[in-house]
C-alpha cells in the first residue's frame, strides 16, 4: 500500500521509544478530528466515509481503540512467528466523505502506534518489522456520475460474475479487504446495456493477524480488468469479463525483506476470461459462469513445477421460489454446482520460499471468492480442483413464521498443488456435508427467537497414504435464543460445539471447541455479554507440536472475556463504546476457504466511536 502520509519510524529493537513523530501524529490526527466534527456538524448528517453519502455535505466516522495484551507464556504460533506478549497498541482510525451533487470523495487515514512492544528472540529477519508505528492514507477515492457514465478515481472495490474471476471489496471482514487502487469507468444504460473498464493496483488492508499492526506494503499487484453486460428488461441478464493479473515480483531475489512478510514470495501472471448468465422469470432463477484461466508460473523452484498451464472455472445455480402460490407455506429450493480444474486461487499458494506452499499460519488475501458448497469456516486446501454440489430446502410456515431448511452437498476435491508447484501431489477427497437448521419466532416479536442448527461432514481418501488417516469426520451444532422479555431488558443466549476429526485434505487433527455466550441488553442502550469458550485444538494425537524443531505442547484450556457495550441516544446518538477483557481462545479461524492461526491470548481493549 502507498503510504503518502508516513511519518513514523519502524524500529526492530525492542522497548524502543518512540520518536517524536508519533506525538506530531497523534496531534495531527486530533486536529483532524476536530475539523471533521465543526465541519459535519453545520451540513448535517451522513453515512460512514466508507460508502458514498447519502445527504449532501461532509460525513465520517472516527474510531479509536486500546488494547493490551499480556503474557501468555510461549504458544506454537510464537515458536513460529516470534514473541507477541505484553504488548499495548493504540489504533486511530478518521474516515472523512463529501459530497455534493453527482460528485462524491473521501479518505481514510489509519494511525497504529506500540507504546509498548514485546522483547524480540531471533527466529527470523522478518517479524522485525511487525511492531512498528505507522500513518498513512488507507483509502481514498473521487467518483462523479454523469448521465450515463460514472468516473472512479482512487481505491475502489470490483467484483465480476460470482467473484469467480475477480474480487476485491475494501469493506470486507477480516483478510479479504483490498481494494483496486487506480481508475473505473462504466458506461451504462439501466435495463440494457453496461460496459465497464477497470485498472490499478491491488491495495490490500495488510494487518499481522498475532499483531493487528499495519504491515509495510506499497501497491503489488498490477489488474487491468473489463466487463460487458446486456440487459433484457428484468428477465435476461448476459455478460462477458476479462482480467489480466501482474505480479509485481517475478523473483524471489528481487523481493526486499520487509517486504516478504507481505507479498510472500513472487507470483504468477494469470489472464482469465469468462461468460455469464442470469435468467430470471416469476419465481424461476438460473444463473450460469464459466471462466477460462491462463498463468504463468514465476513461483517453481523445480524443473518439476508446472511452469505454463491452463485451467477452467464453471459454476451454476437453479432456483425456485413459490412466492404468494401457497396460503400457508413458502417453499425455497435451490441446486448449485461447481467445477473447478487447475483454476488458481490467487494468493492461497503465496510463500515466502518462493515456491508453492500451502501455508496454515499465514496465507495470503485472495482476489477472487470461488464458492466451495461448504460452510465458510470450513479449511478448504485445494480451491483450484474440485467437482460437486449442493441441494438446498427451505419451508416458511406463514402462520408461525418459523423456517426450516435442509442443505446437503457433495464435494470431489481433485488434488492439489506440491510443495514444487506440481498439481495432484495431495490426494483427493470425497466429503459429504448435511445441514439442518430451524429458526422460530415467539410472542409475534421477531426479536424474541430460538435457532437451531445441526450439521455433519464425512471425507474419505481416493488413495490411502500409509501413515495418513483415510477418511475423517466433523459434528457441529449450533443453538441460540434471545427473548424480549420488556422494553428496557432482553436476554440472549448461544452455543457452538464442533468435533473435529478430518483427514489429509483438511487440518489435521482430533479435537473439540465449544464457545457459549450470556448476553443481557437494557434498555437498547447497554449490552453485557459474557463468554466461555473450551478449546484442545492442535493437541495433536500426542498432545504435542514440532514447531521449528521443538516439541511443544498445547493443553486443553478454558477462556472466559466479557463485553460490556454502550450506543449513546438524543445527543449522543453518535457516539458508542466498548470495553473487553479476559483471555480469548486462538486456534485456526477460516473465511470462505482460507485460514489463519491464532494465539491464545489474555488481553483487553477499549473502542470508541463517533460518526457525523
Excluded at 39 to 56: C, I, M, R
Excluded at 87 to 116: E, N, Y
Excluded at 306 to 325: I, M, Q, R
Aim: net charge neutral.
Amino acid at each position: 500500500m502507498i503510504s503518502p502520509m508516513k511519518c513514523f519510524r519502524r524500529w526492530p529493537v525492542a522497548n524502543s521509544h518512540p520518536p517524536r513523530f508519533c506525538s506530531i501524529g497523534a496531534a495531527v490526527f486530533g486536529l483532524c478530528f476536530v475539523a471533521f466534527n465543526v465541519l459535519a456538524s453545520s451540513t448535517g448528517d451522513g453515512d460512514g466515509a466508507s460508502q458514498p453519502p447519502k445527504k449532501e455535505g461532509i460525513s465520517g466516522e472516527y474510531e479509536s481503540t486500546l488494547k493490551y495484551v499480556g503474557d501468555n507464556g510461549r504458544t506454537p504460533v510464537e515458536f513460529a512467528l516470534g514473541e507477541d506478549d505484553n504488548r499495548a497498541s493504540v489504533l486511530q482510525q478518521l474516515m472523512l466523505s463529501v459530497k455534493r451533487g453527482d460528485t462524491d470523495g473521501g479518505a481514510t487515514l489509519q494511525l497504529r502506534m506500540f507504546p509498548a512492544s514485546p522483547a524480540y528472540w531471533p527466529i527470523d529477519n522478518i517479524s522485525m518489522y511487525r511492531f512498528g508505528n505507522d500513518v498513512r492514507i488507507e483509502r481514498f477515492w473521487y467518483h462523479h456520475k454523469a448521465q450515463s457514465i460514472e468516473v472512479t478515481f482512487g481505491d475502489f472495490s470490483l467484483t465480476l460474475g460470482r467473484k469467480l474471476a475477480f474480487y476485491v471489496d475494501g469493506d470486507a471482514t477480516g483478510w479479504d479487504q483490498a481494494t483496486l487502487r487506480g481508475a473505473s469507468l462504466e458506461f451504462a444504460q439501466p435495463g440494457r446495456f453496461l460496459l465497464g473498464l477497470y485498472g490499478g493496483s491491488t491495495n490490500t488492508q495488510n494487518t499481522d493477524p498475532v499483531t493487528g499492526s499495519m504491515l509495510e506494503a506499497e501497491a503489488a499487484d498490477t489488474v487491468v480488468a473489463v466487463q460487458v453486460q446486456w440487459h433484457a428488461k428484468e428477465v435476461v441478464r448476459f455478460g462477458m469479463h476479462g482480467v489480466h493479473f501482474e505480479p509485481r515480483y517475478k523473483l524471489a531475489t528481487d523481493i526486499p525483506q520487509q517486504q516478504l512478510w507481505v507479498d510472500k514470495g513472487p507470483g504468477i501472471r494469470i489472464s482469465t476470461a469468462g461468460a455469464l448468465l442470469d435468467f430470471r422469470l416469476g419465481g424461476i432463477s438460473f444463473y450460469a459462469e464459466g471462466n477460462f484461466q491462463s498463468h504463468d508460473n514465476f513461483r517453481t523452484i523445480s524443473s518439476e513445477g508446472v511452469h505454463n498451464e491452463s485451467g477452467s472455472a464453471v459454476y451454476a445455480e437453479l432456483a425456485w421460489d413459490s412466492g404468494p402460490y401457497f396460503r400457508r407455506i413458502k417453499l425455497q429450493l435451490q441446486t448449485e454446482g461447481v467445477w473447478y480444474r487447475r483454476f488458481l486461487a490467487e494468493g492461497t499458494y503465496r510463500s515466502a520460499f518462493g515456491e508453492y506452499l500451502l501455508s496454515e499460519l499465514d496465507p495470503a488475501v485472495k482476489y477472487h471468492q470461488m464458492p466451495t458448497l461448504e460452510p465458510d469456516w470450513v479449511l478448504i486446501r485445494s480451491l483450484g480442483n474440485e467437482l460437486g454440489g449442493r441441494v438446498t430446502g427451505n419451508v416458511l410456515f406463514k402462520r408461525t413464521e418459523t423456517s426450516v431448511e435442509v442443505a446437503t452437498s457433495y464435494i470431489h476435491y481433485l488434488g492439489g498443488i506440491g510443495p514444487v508447484g506440481r498439481w495432484d501431489r495431495f490426494k483427493g477427497v470425497e466429503a459429504f456435508h448435511g445441514v439442518v437448521s430451524l429458526s422460530q419466532p415467539f410472542c409475534s416479536s421477531r426479536e424474541t427467537k430460538l435457532v437451531l442448527e445441526a450439521g455433519g461432514r464425512y471425507e474419505q481418501t481416493d488413495a490411502p497414504t500409509s501413515g495418513y488417516a483415510e477418511n475423517g469426520y466433523l459434528y457441529h451444532g449450533k443453538m441460540s435464543l434471545f427473548i424480549r422479555a420488556s422494553a428496557r431488558h432482553g436476554f440472549g443466549f448461544s452455543t457452538l460445539l464442533r468435533r473435529h476429526k478430518l483427514g489429509v485434505m483438511q487440518q489435521n487433527g482430533d479435537f473439540r471447541v465449544s464457545d457459549s455466550e450470556l448476553e443481557y441488553r437494557w434498555m437498547s442502550q447497554w449490552r453485557f455479554v459474557v463468554r466461555l469458550q473450551y478449546s484442545d485444538e492442535l493437541q495433536g494425537a500426542e498432545k504435542q507440536r514440532l514447531i521449528l524443531g521443538r516439541q511443544v505442547s498445547w493443553s486443553p484450556d478454558w477462556f472466559v472475556n466479557g463485553t460490556v457495550t454502550w450506543s449513546g441516544r438524543g445527543m449522543w446518538a453518535p457516539l458508542s463504546a466498548s470495553l473487553s477483557g479476559g483471555t480469548v481462545r486462538g486456534g485456526f479461524v477460516c473465511e470462505h476457504g482460507s485460514c489463519r492461526m491464532f494465539p491464545d491470548a489474555t488481553e483487553a481493549m477499549l473502542s470508541v466511536r463517533y460518526y457525523r
